[in-house]
């Protein structure tokens, strides 16, 4: 059973953070260190094999999250899958179209799509999802905001400001209905929930490895629809399509070859998911839920504070979003936490209220939820 020993998180810190960065296992370090080595070692070697190891670490990975490997790539972080996807049909999209997404959208993303949309003068409809709130809600809502103009749906599986899991199902097969093109920021779903790209049925889906799966930082994918592929092109040209890249469909070659760069990262990941099945992975994630929701539930009740759910039982997430008394700095307040307590947690200002966000995972012990207590009442004391 995997515990804390097996990270290299430092011992005193209340390390109640995953979702930001998440953390790797000291197994999963020494796994990528060999493939960078195996890169200095012989450097054009490597590099003339790269395709093939590339190959097979999506073939692994697709088979993960439900996909074709001939429909998925390898990207840095979700954020470099949303810039491509945002550039490619803001490319394609008329001037007088908008896109829909909501208040609780991870801010650079946010950024990326006003970016894009710029050049065009497209609208972009953000959503006002109060919480506390609930799916059948948070579903309504966003769809009373869909009109005849619109032509693409942002929504985050899994949000990161507020830790809220939207109905993406629902969603994606009323855009399906609809003729709306349905992108979504998975980041935080890989390894947290079970996934099915390809049954869910979106345009696009794009996600990171480095979170709740541990895989080294700059581990993420982007899965593009078929019917779309045509319609998203890199937003760095090398070599692409030019280049015989192993058996490789023309979307992969196209986005996967962006000249030379550290692949470690990619093909550490069919040792991570090995390791995942090693350590009884669905154990891991019930055990951190049950946690996040006695941490959560202890706070709440202790302190006389709510959640952004409505019921909270209907969380199944190892994330859990508190808000806190709105007379509290957010930024002074976490870092109090982290320098007076050496407790490492989210507090954030979000819509006019300050929100605590607590991460469990298999590193996450019963202590770092009893020392946030603690120094959330000592931070609080007149």
Not at 1 to 20: C, E, I, P, Q, Y
Not at 108 to 118: F, G, K, P, R, V
Not at 161 to 181: M, S
Request: proline share 3%; aromatic share 8%; charged share 20%.
């Amino acid at each position: 059973m995997l515990t804390r020993a097996d990270f290299l998180l430092k011992k005193n810190v209340a390390f109640l953070n995953h979702g930001s960065f998440g953390a790797c296992a000291s197994a999963v370090i020494d796994e990528q260190i060999k493939w960078q080595k195996k890169m200095e070692l012989q450097p054009v070697e490597f590099f003339r094999g790269l395709a093939a190891y590339l190959q097979n670490a999506r073939t692994v990975l697709a088979e993960y999250v439900g996909a074709s490997a001939d429909d998925l790539v390898y990207v840095t972080n979700s954020t470099y899958g949303v810039n491509v996807l945002a550039h490619a049909l803001c490319n394609v999209l008329d001037s007088d179209a908008n896109v829909v997404m909501t208040n609780h959208e991870y801010g650079a993303c946010l950024n990326t799509w006003q970016y894009y949309a710029s050049f065009k003068n497209i609208e972009l409809i953000s959503v006002d999802i109060p919480i506390p709130t609930s799916q059948e809600e948070a579903l309504e809502r966003i769809w009373a905001a869909v009109t005849p103009k619109t032509k693409v749906l942002f929504i985050s599986h899994i949000t990161s400001p507020t830790a809220f899991e939207f109905p993406i199902e629902a969603l994606v097969e009323r855009c399906r209905q609809a003729g709306i093109y349905s992108i979504i920021d998975g980041s935080h779903a890989p390894g947290h929930i079970s996934l099915d790209v390809e049954k869910l049925g979106a345009d696009a889906y794009t996600a990171n490895c480095h979170k709740w799966m541990c895989a080294p930082k700059g581990s993420a994918f982007m899965w593009v629809n078929k019917r779309i592929q045509h319609l998203v092109q890199p937003l760095t040209v090398s070599w692409g399509r030019k280049m015989a890249l192993a058996e490789s469909s023309e979307f992969v070659v196209d986005h996967e070859y962006l000249g030379t760069r550290d692949c470690s990262a990619f093909l550490t990941v069919p040792f991570v998911l090995e390791w995942m099945r090693m350590n009884n992975w669905e154990r891991v994630q019930l055990d951190a839920q049950q946690l996040r929701a006695e941490i959560v539930k202890r706070i709440c009740t202790e302190l006389g504070l709510t959640t952004v759910h409505k019921n909270e039982s209907d969380n199944r997430l190892q994330m859990g979003t508190i808000i806190m008394p709105s007379d509290i700095n957010a930024a002074a307040f976490q870092k109090a936490l982290f320098d007076n307590h050496n407790v490492e947690v989210v507090v954030q200002p979000w819509e006019g209220q300050v929100l605590l966000r607590i991460s469990t995972h298999v590193h996450t012990a019963e202590q770092d939820g009893v020392a946030l207590l603690q120094a959330i009442k000592k931070e609080r004391q007149p």
